[in-house]
């Protein structure tokens, strides 16, 4: 299995390190993911040794103060609370941390905390799937909410919203790789709706295709007059050559 190196510096987290990378294993990441947590944990631990703080200490708002220590060293990509959540949850299970009292839940975060566990107990979805499933449902959920007042992001939902949603994509999506993500983790949402009883119909099926994203009023990136995901999508076209 290998150590982690940073542990041999016996700092607040060093003696978790081992079993933090046993349980991110275990739970299906990828090793490259592994090392990214297992980094971000060996900065944390720094930090606590710094501040002379233990493991026991941490908490949500300790974690805010590690952030912008981060930022204010000059740090571009710094972690957030999503990426210690892992070790929050490890460090609860080995009750070094006291449970995490939830907040309230809204009605679109008990409509999110629904789509998880169908994600991953009924479709069986991969760890980090389920995550860029959640962040896009999060992200269409709340914005729906914003614009229409609702409270859960689904009421009433229309073919025409969902339209308008992905026409409204082609001012952020950069490649025709990203936007056929987008679609399909809209679709697994739609799903969702549908077979749960919170839409009549399955939207997905209705859904145009990518080239049929564009509008006048969104336009992509232009190249050679042309938008670049229908160019890119004509180059990924398979080529017939004539002999």
Same mark, same amino acid.
């Given at each position: 299995?290998?150590?982690?190196?940073?542990?041999?510096?016996?700092?607040?987290?060093?003696?978790?390190?081992?079993?933090?990378?046993?349980?991110?294993?275990?739970?299906?990441?990828?090793?490259?993911?592994?090392?990214?947590?297992?980094?971000?944990?060996?900065?944390?631990?720094?930090?606590?040794?710094?501040?002379?703080?233990?493991?026991?200490?941490?908490?949500?708002?300790?974690?805010?103060?590690?952030?912008?220590?981060?930022?204010?060293?000059?740090?571009?990509?710094?972690?957030?609370?999503?990426?210690?959540?892992?070790?929050?949850?490890?460090?609860?299970?080995?009750?070094?941390?006291?449970?995490?009292?939830?907040?309230?839940?809204?009605?679109?975060?008990?409509?999110?905390?629904?789509?998880?566990?169908?994600?991953?107990?009924?479709?069986?979805?991969?760890?980090?799937?389920?995550? /860029?499933?959640?962040?896009?449902?999060?992200?269409?959920?709340?914005?729906?909410?914003? /614009?229409?007042?609702?409270?859960?992001?689904?009421?009433?939902?229309?073919?025409?919203?969902?339209?308008?949603?992905?026409?409204?994509?082609?001012? /952020?999506?950069?490649?025709?790789?990203?936007?056929?993500?987008?679609?399909?983790?809209?679709?697994?949402?739609?799903?969702?709706?549908?077979?749960?009883?919170?839409?009549?119909?399955?939207?997905?099926?209705?859904?145009?295709?990518?080239?049929?994203?564009?509008?006048?009023?969104?336009?992509?990136?232009?190249?050679?007059?042309?938008?670049?995901?229908?160019?890119?999508?004509?180059?990924?076209?398979?080529?017939?050559?004539?002999?």
């Amino acid at each position: 299995m290998g150590t982690v190196s940073w542990a041999s510096g016996g700092g607040p987290l060093a003696g978790y390190a081992a079993g933090y990378r046993c349980e991110l294993e275990r739970c299906g990441f990828s090793p490259r993911t592994v090392r990214g947590h297992l980094g971000v944990m060996g900065q944390l631990d720094r930090w606590l040794a710094a501040e002379r703080l233990s493991a026991a200490d941490l908490a949500v708002a300790r974690a805010g103060q590690f952030f912008a220590a981060r930022r204010a060293a000059g740090q571009r990509r710094v972690p957030t609370m999503q990426t210690l959540a892992p070790l929050f949850a490890y460090l609860q299970d080995q009750q070094i941390l006291p449970p995490e009292q939830p907040a309230p839940a809204t009605p679109a975060e008990d409509l999110l905390a629904r789509y998880r566990r169908y994600l991953a107990q009924e479709r069986g979805v991969a760890p980090l799937t389920a995550l /860029r499933y959640e962040r896009m449902a999060r992200r269409f959920l709340l914005g729906r909410i914003s /614009r229409a007042g609702v409270a859960t992001g689904a009421e009433n939902l229309s073919g025409a919203e969902v339209t308008a949603y992905l026409v409204g994509c082609c001012s /952020r999506l950069r490649t025709i790789g990203s936007a056929k993500r987008e679609a399909a983790d809209l679709r697994s949402l739609l799903r969702f709706f549908y077979l749960k009883g919170i839409t009549a119909t399955d939207l997905g099926t209705a859904m145009p295709p990518v080239a049929g994203w564009r509008d006048t009023r969104h336009r992509g990136p232009q190249i050679g007059g042309h938008d670049a995901l229908e160019v890119e999508e004509a180059q990924q076209r398979p080529q017939v050559r004539c002999l």
